[in-house]
T-cell receptor
Framework: EDQVTQSPEALRLQEGESSSLNCSYTVSGLRGLFWYRQDPGKGPEFLFTLYSAGEEKEKERLKATLTKKESFLHITAPKPEDSATYLCAVQAGEETSGSRLTFGEGTQLTVNP | GAVVSQHPSWVICKSGTSVKIECRSLDFQATTMFWYRQFPKQSLMLMATSNEGSKATYEQGVEKDKFLINHASLTLSTLTVTSAHPEDSSFYIC??????????FGPGTRLTVT
């Protein structure tokens, strides 16, 4: 059974204080690892897809990296508007597009001004 | 691109009535749509997967007769909560996947059953 574990559960940062969120996974045949951002009362917003170990992707203050066992979401010089819950999900198995995602429990990030 | 809408964004209904939620992919064709349920402070729980023109596949423990899913076209899927009860109150979110691996999520529908 696919498993995704995110840590920490909650993280408080001061504006400008860089940090990383962790997503460790155990799957059979990883097809993709996804990062989403979710604001309260809204649906998840797609951030990144990573397909293979060693891959990195960046978007503004966010950088996602992937190894064979885990992924990190690095947040550089965060701002209060980066406050949200960050969700990690994996897609595995033999199916290709349109396959189900297995989500972690999320990391709730709060950035104080 | 990759915009998914849901309607309504919130709904209040009385116990015993049915409620229909629509999920639309606005700028791409969704070969597969997914329905999730989310409780406060918890992650998303997959309820069912639907492919256009075929019956939905429900996750274990999800009552197919209670949560009716119809995926009539490549841009529209509906979830009907039949004979709703207060315990069905939750945040329901759909997602859509096109020809790639990514799923794009709708804004969610808050259902309150009184």
């Amino acid at each position: 059974e696919d498993q995704v574990t995110q840590s920490p559960e909650a993280l408080r940062l001061q504006e400008g204080e860089s940090s990383s969120l962790n997503c460790s996974y155990t799957v059979s045949g990883l097809r993709g690892l996804f990062w989403y951002r979710q604001d309260p009362g809204k649906g998840p917003e797609f951030l990144f897809t990573l397909y293979s170990a060693g891959e990195e992707k960046e978007k503004e203050r966010l950088k996602a990296t992937l190894t064979k066992k885990e992924s990190f979401l690095h947040i550089t010089a965060p701002k209060p508007e980066d406050s949200a819950t960050y969700l990690c999900a994996v897609q595995a198995g033999e199916e290709t597009s349109g396959s189900r995602l297995t989500f972690g429990e999320g990391t709730q990030l709060t950035v104080n001004p | 691109g990759a915009v998914v809408s849901q309607h309504p964004s919130w709904v209040i209904c009385k116990s015993g009535t049915s409620v229909k939620i629509e999920c639309r992919s606005l700028d791409f064709q969704a070969t597969t749509m997914f329905w999730y349920r989310q409780f406060p402070k918890q992650s998303l729980m997959l309820m069912a997967t639907s492919n256009e023109g075929s019956k939905a596949t429900y996750e274990q423990g999800v009552e197919k007769d209670k949560f009716l899913i119809n995926h009539a076209s490549l841009t529209l899927s509906t979830l009907t909560v039949t004979s709703a009860h207060p315990e069905d109150s939750s945040f329901y979110i759909c997602s859509a996947a096109g020809w790639g691996y990514e799923q794009y999520f709708g804004p969610g529908t808050r259902l309150t059953v009184t």
